[in-house]
């Protein structure tokens, strides 16, 4: 091919999130082309989904029909064709997709979809009858605590679900949701001929057959031993029988599963040769997306407070989650949730600076670093790592061991203190629970936040202290689509590289196409280390006291 030809090639990521699907298109350097997206509340009203999902008739249930995705899927190209995108010049295609969903195909549903007529809008052929179960359960769901104490019961303990899987029985994981699908619909569980991901579901649909689950995304079901990268046998059995065949075998999230699929040749005239790669799950993409390395600590702050990084070998840590490496093959993901996040500080925000951020930020500047040794926690809810709820607050004279320790002191004298304590609280509970999981702080380390609060400079000069490490934000903020349209260029280079040469890394092949998002934002003060070292010991007490304390109220 000639460099003209390769000028000329675009790359196509997607990324089916809980409210919306979104497509983009990105040039031969890397750039936007063109986007498009369907809201699903918005665009597709006859589903009835309130922020893309439907409650259940239990309680903590939620669902979606299948068939809105492929109706979202027929609405996004068109509207990608409408803004003249030139699908004609796509090389390759991949996606991100919301963890945790299951979708259980019949027999009649892949026939349909091998055999897809151009013709024909996708909905109108992937049809309800496509599926053996029309409300499949997706990530919100949490109603399988049986099927995880059972999972675990069989194969040895939680610890041993760690061990294999990288993060204990979850509610939300697809392997429960099976279970609970195998033990209540137990005749839609016998005939369906396959289960997908909702990534895996979205690689189908361009490939024109049941795609491939991903190493990553796969990591997020109880299922995958992630160190053989295999589907562990103890767990399948554990969760029901004869999963292997209805799973397939799982590949690489840099795998070329095959070329698109004739439908999309003749109806959108896309290339013969253009190559479908694994989608992966949007955690695993969006570190895909923020091309950083091992150096890097990513922070988002939302509702939830959520840390991902990349690591080299698997920690077992109980309550965090690890999954295969999205593009560093031999490496590691973490993901660490903390429930306390934004809605504390809104919370927090409102009793001390009547909800104005700009005092509320006065107020935390106009307090020295260290806060004159006063610390609190605030576990507002049940927190997940510790399991802890409650409020700690210690000035400078408490002692770990006193008998005053478990009570600490009612109230701080002022405002100031009040928001400089939570910030200070939360960020060294971040540094802590990444330094059990295996995350190693030094002078090489970097912070990039998202999320909210990433817009509010006091509290990312807060991170940057108390992890004494730069803080950088990102200058576009999608970055799980934008991690589908970088792995799907970078596979592709796997592909067609001429194997004597020796392979590119994935972050330095997309950096020598295209400048880092990355924008510095502020720097720790030289006295930052010497400040906040002490206190992370001090306030890993505080945690483990009010872990004790809400254990024996439980």
């Known amino acids: 091919m000639s460099p003209q030809e390769k000028e000329k090639r675009t790359y196509l990521g997607f990324d089916l999130s809980t409210q919306k699907l979104k497509a983009i ?166 005939d369906a001929q396959r289960i997908s991901l909702v990534s895996s579901f979205l690689a189908s649909i361009f490939l024109g057959k049941v795609a491939a689950i991903d190493f990553s995304d796969g990591s997020g079901m109880n299922l995958l031993d992630i160190r053989q990268k ?16 209805r799973l397939g075998e799982p590949v690489s999230s840099l795998a070329v599963l095959g070329d698109v699929s004739d439908y999309f040749v003749q109806r959108f005239s896309f290339p013969t040769t253009c190559k479908v790669v694994a989608c992966t799950g949007d955690n695993p993409s969006a570190l895909a997306g923020m091309l950083v390395d091992k150096n890097w600590l990513s922070i988002s702050l939302g509702t939830s407070d959520t840390l991902m990084m990349s690591l080299e070998d698997p920690p077992n840590l109980e309550e965090g989650h690890v999954l295969c490496h999205p593009t560093e093959i031999n490496e590691y993901m973490g993901l660490l949730c903390f429930r306390n996040g934004s809605l504390v500080r809104e919370a927090m925000n409102k009793t001390e600076a009547n909800g104005n951020w700009e005092k509320f930020n006065e107020l935390l500047d106009s307090t020295p670093r260290g806060n004159f040794g006063n610390t609190a926690v605030h576990f507002n809810e049940m927190e997940i790592i510790p399991k802890a709820k409650g409020i700690l607050r210690w000035n400078k004279d408490i002692v770990p061991t006193s008998p005053d320790a478990a009570k600490g002191v009612i ?60 803080v950088h934000i990102q200058t576009d903020s999608e970055a799980a689509l934008l991690g589908a349209a ?62 004790t304390e809400s254990q024996k109220n439980h």
Request: net charge negative; proline share 5%; charged share 20%.
């Open 411 to 470: 109230k701080f004298s002022s405002p100031q203190i009040e928001i400089r304590a939570l910030i200070e609280g939360q960020m060294l509970h971040h540094r802590s629970i990444a330094e059990d999981m295996g995350f190693h702080f030094g002078s090489e380390t970097k912070i990039l936040a998202t999320g909210g609060a990433s817009v509010n400079k006091s509290i990312l000069q807060t991170i940057a202290d108390v992890f004494n490490a730069p």
């Open 230 to 245: 295999t589907w562990s046998k103890a767990c399948l059995n554990a969760c029901a029988p004869d999963l292997d065949d």
């Open 486 to 547: 970088y792995r799907a260029s970078y596979a592709l280079y796997l592909n067609e590289r001429d194997p004597s040469t020796e392979i590119v890394a994935y972050r330095d092949y997309i950096l020598s196409l295209t400048p880092n998002h990355l924008q510095l934002v502020c720097e720790p003060n030289k006295d930052s280390e010497a400040i906040y070292e002490p206190l992370l010991q001090r306030y890993r007490d505080m945690a483990r006291i009010l872990e």
């Open 25 to 190: 298109l990105l040039n031969s350097s890397l750039e936007v082309v063109t986007s498009a997206e369907v809201k699903f509340d918005s665009d597709l009203p006859e589903f009835r989904t309130t922020g893309g999902a439907n409650p259940g008739p239990n309680k903590y249930e939620f669902f979606v029909q299948p068939v809105m995705w492929v109706k979202a899927m027929d609405i996004v190209l068109d509207r990608l064709v409408m803004q003249e995108a030139d699908l004609s010049t796509v090389a390759a295609i991949s996606g991100s997709g919301q963890q945790h969903g299951s979708l259980y195909w019949s027999k009649h549903g892949i026939t349909s979809l091998e055999n897809l007529d151009p013709e024909k809008f996708l909905h109108m052929q992937i049809d309800d009858s496509a599926f053996v179960v029309n409300r499949t359960p997706i990530w919100m769901d949490a109603s399988t605590g049986k099927q995880c104490f059972e999972m675990e019961t069989a194969i040895g303990g939680h610890t041993e679900m760690v061990q294999l899987t990288g993060s204990k029985c979850y509610a939300r994981f697809t392997g429960p949701q099976i279970r609970k699908i195998y033990q209540q619909r137990t005749h839609a569980y016998e």
